[in-house]
């Protein structure tokens, strides 16, 4: 197992880290490697896209139909003559 040393942790953030690990019923090293382990697992990248989650956040409270404008025929491009 390897070993990482924290300078320059805030009083504040210390504090916090303590009075986590007290309610989760953890020494305040055992809930640094919980935050650190949970911080860089891979599985919880979310596998779906942005809109997906939002459609899916949404769904409960009913849909919005969006007309869709019919297609025009494209402008002609700006001449630089």
């Not at 690990?21 to 935050?35: D, K, P, Q, V, Y």
């Not at 599985?43 to 949404?58: D, H, N, R, S, W």
């Amino acid at each position: 197992m390897a070993s990482i040393t924290i300078r320059k942790l805030d009083d504040e953030v210390k504090i916090r880290l303590r009075m986590r690990a007290a309610e989760n019923g953890r020494s305040m090293e055992e809930e640094a490697r919980t935050i650190l382990r949970e911080a860089v697992d891979l599985k919880a990248i979310p596998k779906k896209g942005l809109g997906t989650a939002l459609q899916e956040l949404f769904r409960p409270f009913g849909g919005v139909e969006l007309e869709i404008p019919p297609r025009e025929p494209m402008r002609e491009p700006p001449g630089f003559d």
